[in-house]
C-alpha cells in the first residue's frame, strides 16, 4: 500500500536530515581545533544528498518502466551517498606562542565557517519538521482508512 | 441481483487511491529538498480522473485502445497527454545547485491533497454507509 510507503520516504528524509545535523555539530564543535600540520587538522564535513531511485532498480527487476502501479514514483525518499570534506582554503593563523605552531610559527585551523554551518544548522531543522509533519499527515490519513464503513 | 462495488463506489474509491499516490509523490518532493539537482515533480489529478471518467461512460464514445506504453492517447475531452505520467513542476525559484523543490508550495499542495483525501474518503464512506441502510432496511 502507497500510505506506507510516505512513511518510509519520511523515514528516510528524517535520517538524512539528522546525519546533516551530525556533520553540523560535528564541525562546530572541531572549529578550533588547532593542529600543527596540514594532514593532521579537521576539515569540514558536509553530506552528499541523493535521491534513492526507485525506478532503476523496478526496471532492474523486470518491471515496466513508468507503470502505474509501483514504478509510479520516480523516486522513493532520499539517502546519503557519503560524507566529503571540504577543499576550502585552511584558516592558518601567527600564533608563534602557541605549542603547537610549526617551525614558521604559524597554527593550523579547521576549514570550518561557523556562520555557514549556522545556517546549515537552521535549515536542517526546519526540514526535519517538515518530514515530522509529512508523517503525522500519512498516520492521520491511515487512522481514517482504518475506520472505512464504520 | 448481485451488488456491484464497483457501481456502487463509482469514482470515489480511485479519487480515494490518486490522493494516496499523490500524498506519495509530494512527500517525496519534500524529502528531496536538499538534494542537488533533484527536480520536483506532480501527477495531474485531473487528468488521470478524467482518463476514468472517460472509460466509465464507454457507451457515448469509442475509447481507443493502446496496447502499449508508447502509444500516443488519444487527444481531446479527458484523456491529457500522459495522463498517468508524473509531470515535472514547473520551477518558480529555481536554486543554484539544479533544485526545483519549492518547500513553502509542496507543503501547501500537501496538505490541500491531504483534505481533499479526507473529503474523498468522506463520500466513500457515505457510499459504504448507504450501502449499509440497503442492506439492513432500517
Not at chain 1, 593542529?35 to 541523493?50: L, N
Not at chain 1, 585552511?90 to 606562542?97: A, E, K
Not at chain 2, 513542476?89 to 500537501?110: C, I
Amino acid at each position: 500500500m502507497s500510505l506506507t510507503n510516505i512513511f518510509d520516504i519520511a523515514g528516510s528524509g528524517m535520517a538524512a536530515q539528522s546525519i546533516r545535523l551530525n556533520t553540523t555539530a560535528s564541525n562546530i564543535a572541531n572549529a578550533d581545533s588547532a593542529s600543527s600540520s596540514t594532514d593532521e587538522v579537521y576539515r569540514a564535513r558536509k553530506p552528499i544528498f541523493s535521491a534513492i531511485q526507485q525506478d532503476v532498480m523496478s526496471q532492474a527487476l523486470g518491471g515496466a518502466p513508468g507503470e502505474m502501479g509501483g514504478g509510479l514514483s520516480a523516486s522513493q525518499g532520499v539517502q546519503i551517498e557519503g560524507i566529503i570534506e571540504s577543499d576550502a582554503p585552511l584558516n592558518m593563523r601567527y600564533q608563534p606562542d602557541h605549542p603547537m605552531a610549526n617551525e614558521g610559527g604559524y597554527v593550523m585551523y579547521p576549514n570550518v565557517n561557523v556562520v555557514e554551518e549556522m545556517a546549515d544548522m537552521l535549515s536542517a531543522s526546519r526540514s526535519f519538521q517538515t518530514n515530522v509533519s509529512v508523517m503525522d499527515s500519512a498516520k492521520t490519513m491511515m487512522q481514517r482508512l482504518l475506520t472505512l464503513g464504520q | 441481483m448481485a451488488i456491484s462495488f464497483e457501481n456502487a463506489l463509482g469514482i470515489h474509491q480511485k479519487a480515494l487511491e490518486v490522493r494516496v499516490q499523490r500524498a506519495e509523490v509530494l512527500a517525496n518532493n519534500l524529502v528531496n529538498a536538499d538534494t542537488p539537482g533533484f527536480k520536483a515533480r506532480d501527477i495531474d489529478f485531473k487528468a488521470i480522473l478524467g482518463g476514468v471518467q472517460s472509460g466509465q461512460q464507454a457507451g457515448g464514445q469509442l475509447a481507443m485502445s493502446t496496447t502499449n506504453g508508447k502509444h500516443l492517447p488519444q487527444g481531446g475531452n479527458g484523456s491529457a497527454v500522459g495522463s498517468n505520467e508524473l509531470l515535472y513542476r514547473v520551477p518558480s525559484q529555481p536554486s543554484l545547485d539544479g533544485n526545483t523543490v519549492d518547500t513553502q508550495q509542496e507543503t501547501a499542495e500537501f496538505t490541500k491533497n491531504t483534505m481533499q483525501y479526507q473529503a474523498s474518503f468522506q463520500l466513500l464512506n457515505g457510499k459504504f454507509k448507504a450501502l449499509n441502510n440497503a442492506i439492513r432496511g432500517e
